[in-house]
C-alpha cells in the first residue's frame, strides 16, 4: 500500500525534496499507526526542505516535525483506534520519518492525546512554534517574572514562535514590546496584544556588554547578536527564554549581565521535552488561546504548496502560522 508523502533527499548535488508515493512497508519502525489528516510549516521545517541548516540526519527522509491525526493501529495500551492525537519533535523530520505524509508510524509515548476542545486543525495552528512559545512562557513563570515587574519583549514577533509569545503574554497581563523586522506588520502584531514595536535593526548588531534597563522578561526565537543584547537590557533579577536561531547559533556576548545583574537565561528544548510539561503545554494552550486572535493569525495551505512555503518561511516572507491539509 502507498502513500502521498514529501521525501527529502541529501545528494552531492545538495538537498531535494518532492512529493512522492511512498511503500507503507518502508515506514521507520514504531508501535503506533496514525492516519495523519494536518500540519504545519514551521521555520526548521523551511531549513529541512532547503537545505540551509543540516536539520535532516537520516537520507531520505520524510520531512515534517509536527503533525495530528487519527490513529488507524496501535499496540500501545494508551492508545485506541479512533484517537486524535498531536506529535511534535522526538525528531520527527530529522531522524524519523515526519508529518509530511498521508500516513506514520511512531512510538506511543511521543503521542499526546489531543485535548478537549481542540481540532487537528487547530492543533497544527498552533504546532510546534505555538507550544514552544507556551514552554517559553512556563518557564518565564515557574523562574518567577510577572508583570508588575516591567515589560516584557518578543523577538521575531510577527513569525510562528512570536505570534503564540505576544498572545499568550498577553493574556498573562503583560505590558508587550514586539522585535520585528517586517515593520508593515504593526496592524497584525497589536492584534495579537503588542503595546510597543521596535525594528530588530535596534537589537540585531553587535551591542554593548551591558545596556539601559528596557524589559524584564522576553521570548526570544533569534539567537545570535539579538540575544546578546536582549540580555544585556533585561532589568536586574529579569529573565530571557531563549527558544530559537534564526540570526544563529551563537552567543557573542558577555558575562556582566549574568554577574552583575542576576539576568538568568532559559533555555528552552521543546524537542526532547518530557512528556508531563508536553501535557501542561498543550492543555494550557486550549484553555489559554484567544482563538479570534488565532484565527487571524492563520494561513491555509494544500499540501502540495509546502515546498514553496518552506523556501517562502525562509526569506521571511510568511506570516504567523501555516496549516496543512494532509489527507
Not at 543540516?54 to 499496540?75: L, Q
Not at 518530557?274 to 503545554?281: N, S
Request: glycine share 12%; hydrophobic share 45%; charged share 20%.
Amino acid at each position: 500500500m502507498t502513500f502521498k508523502a514529501l521525501r527529502i533527499d541529501k545528494t552531492a548535488e545538495g538537498t531535494k525534496a518532492a512529493i512522492v508515493d511512498f511503500d507503507e512497508a518502508a515506514l521507520m519502525p514504531g508501535n503506533v499507526t496514525v492516519r495523519v489528516t494536518h500540519s504545519t510549516v514551521n521555520y526548521k521545517d523551511g531549513l529541512a526542505i532547503t537545505g540551509k541548516s543540516p536539520v535532516v540526519r537520516v537520507s531520505p527522509m520524510i520531512g515534517g516535525i509536527d503533525f495530528a491525526g487519527v490513529v488507524e493501529i496501535s499496540e500501545d495500551p494508551e492508545f485506541q483506534p479512533g484517537d486524535a492525537v498531536v506529535l511534535n519533535g522526538w525528531g520527527l523530520g530529522e531522524t524519523h520519518f515526519g508529518g509530511y505524509a498521508e500516513k506514520a508510524r511512531v512510538k506511543g509515548e511521543w503521542l499526546i492525546k489531543l485535548p478537549e476542545g481542540l481540532s487537528a486543525h487547530d492543533a497544527m495552528a498552533i504546532g510546534t512554534a505555538g507550544y514552544t512559545a507556551m514552554l517559553s512562557v512556563i518557564a518565564l513563570e515557574h523562574y518567577g517574572v510577572a508583570p508588575v515587574q516591567g515589560p516584557a519583549i518578543v523577538t521575531g514577533a510577527a513569525g510562528g514562535v512570536g505570534s503564540f509569545a505576544l498572545m499568550l503574554l498577553k493574556k498573562a497581563g503583560w505590558h508587550l514590546i514586539a522585535s520585528t523586522g517586517r515593520v508593515a506588520e504593526a496592524d497584525y502584531l497589536k492584534g495579537l496584544g503588542a503595546d510597543e514595536i521596535i525594528d530588530r535593526a535596534e537589537l540585531s548588531a553587535p551591542g554593548k556588554p551591558l545596556g539601559k534597563e528596557r524589559w524584564i522578561a522576553g521570548v526570544d526565537s533569534v539567537g545570535s547578536h539579538t540575544l546578546v543584547n536582549l540580555v544585556a537590557q533585561t532589568s536586574r533579577g529579569g529573565a530571557i527564554a531563549a527558544c530559537g536561531l534564526a540570526q544563529g547559533l551563537d552567543f557573542p556576548g558577555s558575562v556582566a549581565p549574568f554577574i552583575l545583574r542576576g539576568v538568568a537565561l532559559l533555555g528552552v528544548d521543546s524537542v526532547y521535552c518530557p512528556k508531563a510539561r508536553r501535557i501542561e503545554a498543550w492543555t494550557r494552550l486550549a484553555r489559554d488561546l484567544d482563538h479570534e486572535k488565532l484565527k487571524s493569525a492563520i494561513t491555509d495551505i494544500a499540501f502540495d504548496q509546502v515546498i514553496e512555503t518552506a523556501h517562502a518561511i525562509i526569506e521571511g516572507k510568511v506570516r504567523g502560522r501555516v496549516v496543512v491539509t494532509i489527507g
